[in-house]
């Protein structure tokens, strides 16, 4: 069921548009990025083309951002903790405090592995909790999650995700192209999301 303690604070976005085609349709980032914070959870690019698409949309970085790159081998993925089996041991783990320093980009070299996914996300999130800022979080794509994961397992990390996400105030944004989607799918994620909206940026709750 749709959360409703914090209206839209959670989206997701159907259509056949890239995470910088979307955002400056629903996105509140590009009305006032000096004031936002950007995590963004990919299945699909590196940091450094992730930025480049976003600097030519907006010209201007925000303030602290963060890339969890999921299902790549790097040292910083080889070397990350495991943490527990679970994705709601992830969301619940302790993490950072506020004001640590947290590299730019980390990375999850499995897929599947949620548990550490969220970790990730929740160390960032954690550690902007008292900054005068909007955390916003970005996941590109929930085609890339569900290629990894079961339908079930999807679904309930975006439940986890978006709870955490709520929990610092935040604003999450998941990506998801209906053609790569039937509808009995897409009818399980909308469940865990408290605005859908569509690439004409027309919004159903």
Same mark, same amino acid.
């Given at each position: 069921?749709?959360?409703?303690?914090?209206?839209?604070?959670?989206? $997701?976005?159907? @259509?056949? +548009? !890239?995470?910088? =085609?979307?955002?400056?349709?629903?996105?509140?980032?590009?009305?006032?990025?000096?004031?936002?914070?950007? *995590?963004?959870?990919?299945?699909?690019?590196?940091? =450094?083309?992730?930025?480049?698409?976003?600097?030519?949309? &907006? /010209?201007?970085?925000?303030?602290?951002? /963060?890339?969890?790159? +999921? /299902?790549?081998? &790097?040292?910083?993925?080889?070397?990350?903790?495991?943490? @527990?089996?679970?994705?709601? !041991?992830?969301?619940?783990?302790?993490?950072?405090?506020? /004001?640590?320093?947290?590299? +730019?980009a980390a990375a999850v070299s499995d897929p599947t592995d949620l548990a550490t996914v969220g970790v990730r996300a929740s160390e960032y999130l954690e550690t902007w909790?008292? %900054? =005068?800022?909007?955390?916003?979080? *970005?996941?590109?794509s929930l085609t890339g999650l569900l290629d990894a994961v079961s339908l079930d397992r999807a679904a309930r990390f975006v439940h986890l995700l978006g709870g955490r996400?709520?929990?610092?105030? @935040?604003?999450?944004?998941?990506?998801?192209?209906?053609? =790569? #989607?039937?509808?009995?799918?897409? @009818?399980? $994620?909308?469940? #865990?999301?408290?605005?859908? +909206?569509?690439?004409?940026?027309?919004?159903? %709750?």
């Amino acid at each position: 069921m749709a959360r409703s303690q914090s209206p839209s604070s959670n989206t $997701l976005l159907e @259509g056949p +548009v !890239s995470p910088e =085609d979307a955002t400056p349709e629903v996105c509140d980032v590009l009305d006032c990025p000096a004031k936002t914070n950007l *995590l963004v959870i990919s299945y699909s690019r590196d940091s =450094d083309a992730w930025l480049r698409n976003w600097r030519r949309t &907006t /010209g201007e970085r925000p303030p602290e951002f /963060g890339f969890v790159n +999921v /299902g790549v081998t &790097t040292r910083s993925a080889a070397s990350a903790p495991k943490s @527990g089996p679970t994705a709601r !041991s992830a969301l619940t783990a302790r993490s950072p405090s506020p /004001g640590d320093t947290l590299p +730019v980009a980390a990375a999850v070299s499995d897929p599947t592995d949620l548990a550490t996914v969220g970790v990730r996300a929740s160390e960032y999130l954690e550690t902007w909790r008292e %900054e =005068d800022r909007r955390s916003v979080v *970005l996941l590109d794509s929930l085609t890339g999650l569900l290629d990894a994961v079961s339908l079930d397992r999807a679904a309930r990390f975006v439940h986890l995700l978006g709870g955490r996400i709520e929990s610092v105030d @935040g604003r999450g944004y998941f990506l998801a192209d209906p053609v =790569d #989607h039937d509808d009995a799918s897409l @009818g399980v $994620l909308r469940e #865990h999301v408290d605005s859908v +909206v569509t690439a004409d940026s027309s919004v159903s %709750e």
